[in-house]
């Protein structure tokens, strides 16, 4: 995870996190693809998003039957059914630091009409420099009224991170008393434990340990703390999993009912940090611990226009351990950088930030093991990596936002108008998530039934109408 751009209190983080990270991509990504050939790689590109096309319609929508009866009992024919999506299953998401943490107070009911147009879900900060910055003294009163306006919007929450094992992640207070590994080890244990069963009934998903195989361990950062290598750390498996078992362990035990996630960066451009990754989860796995889910990152290479190719590898690979998949943060740009990585060659235009966004997001939505995806920032106002954000800086919708508005509200949404038949029935296949279907009858009356069309359920209803 890497923090946005911003001042005042978050300085403390921010002056902790390094700008940039490099990778340089092995020659060729795959036998059928090679680098800088653009036919082939448009050929790839075309071949791999009509099976994401394929995937999506196998995958997010199900077959739908509704029955329509009179009180007597008998089928109400020639009715006109109007059915309309409400929301997703399917869970697109945003950090909302900006609501919480102080920086941007600039238009804020603008910013929450923005956000919850296109996202259902929210990430709201649980750094503990910035959380707990006296001990003792938290910030849990700072996030209730954005979590509330989550919950009266239908907004899943989710908290990030827990445990992360750098500056950022390690209170300042730390510094003042000079505490015993053990003793910081208990420390971390009631913070994870007090975060996650006092925020029970408020927050449902938890990145509990952040970049594990990529930085150092808790004891690691603990017994060296003048060691200022905090990034492409290579500590073993085992030591890893050790505490990442007992961070998952603690979480459990404050709220048995969330879903428990590790987070990790560089899986999707570097095959290495991709095994490491699944060395981990495979331990983690062996040793059944309470985890819920696998969070990869998308931003790093910051400017790499990810190869199509090696992320669905990605997907199928953790595919095997059960886990759902979350990509955690998404962050392409527009700010007239050069693309890297060997895929795509040009800038990061605001054209290419609209194609790369499609490309991947329809991706991760054709892939069945994703259930999630997370964009690093909403608006250029306040923002970690220049031109990430999907409004400006006074909140004007870029083209990004526009056509992601496009796919998640109108193509990936189920609209459409019926007629009962002669046994009162309709059927339509829709998109998983939350409905109205109207009814309205041929005397003029109208009847509005909510239902939820599930992936795991029959989505079959039988309705009496008076």
Partial sequence: ????????????????????????????????????????????????????????????????????????????????????????????????????????????????????????????????????????????????????????????????????????????????????????????????????????????????????????????????????????????????????????????????????????????????VRQRYDDLIAELTRRKVPLKGIGIQAHEPLKEWFSPVEVWKTFDQYQRFGYPIHITEFHPQSSGAPITGGWRTGSWTPEAQVEFTEQFVKLCFGHPAVVSINWWGLSDLNIWQPGGGLIDEEYKPKPVYVMLDSLINQTWKTKTSLQTDSQGSVSFRGFYGNYEITLTSPDGLRHVFNVHVDKEEENNWIYTVD
């Fill in 1 to 272: 995870m890497k923090l946005p751009t911003i001042s005042g209190s978050l300085a403390l983080i921010a002056a902790a996190m390094i700008t940039t990270l490099f990778f340089s991509p092995a020659p060729g990504f795959s036998q059928n693809v090679k680098q800088n050939d653009g036919k082939i790689t448009k050929q790839t590109e075309e071949k791999m998003m009509k099976q994401a096309e394929e995937n999506i319609e196998k995958y997010r929508k199900g077959d739908v039957y509704v029955q329509f009866r009179s009180g007597d009992g008998k089928p109400l024919s020639n009715a006109r059914i109007e059915v309309k999506q409400i929301s997703h299953d399917f869970l697109f998401g945003c950090i909302i630091f900006d609501l919480v943490m102080g920086e941007n107070t600039y238009k804020h009911e603008l910013f929450k009409s923005r956000f919850k147009n296109i996202f259902n879900l929210a990430v709201f900060p649980f750094y503990w420099s910035w959380y707990e910055q006296e001990q003792g003294f938290t910030k849990w009163e700072d996030l209730l009224e954005t979590i509330e306006w989550c919950r009266l919007n239908g907004i899943t929450t989710k908290g990030h991170p827990l445990v992360w094992a750098t500056p950022g992640g390690i209170p300042m207070f730390f510094a003042d008393t000079e505490y015993t590994v053990e003793e910081t080890e208990e420390l971390l244990k009631n913070r994870v434990i007090n975060i996650t069963s006092g925020f029970r009934d408020k927050i449902e998903l938890w990145d509990v340990v952040n970049e594990p195989v990529n930085v150092k361990t808790w004891r690691h950062i603990i017994q060296n703390p003048n060691d200022k290598k905090h990034w492409g750390v290579t500590d073993t498996i085992s030591l890893i999993a050790d505490y990442v078992e007992d961070a998952l362990q603690w979480a459990h035990k404050g709220n048995p009912d969330a879903t428990l996630m590790i987070n990790e960066y560089r899986t999707l451009a570097d095959k290495d």
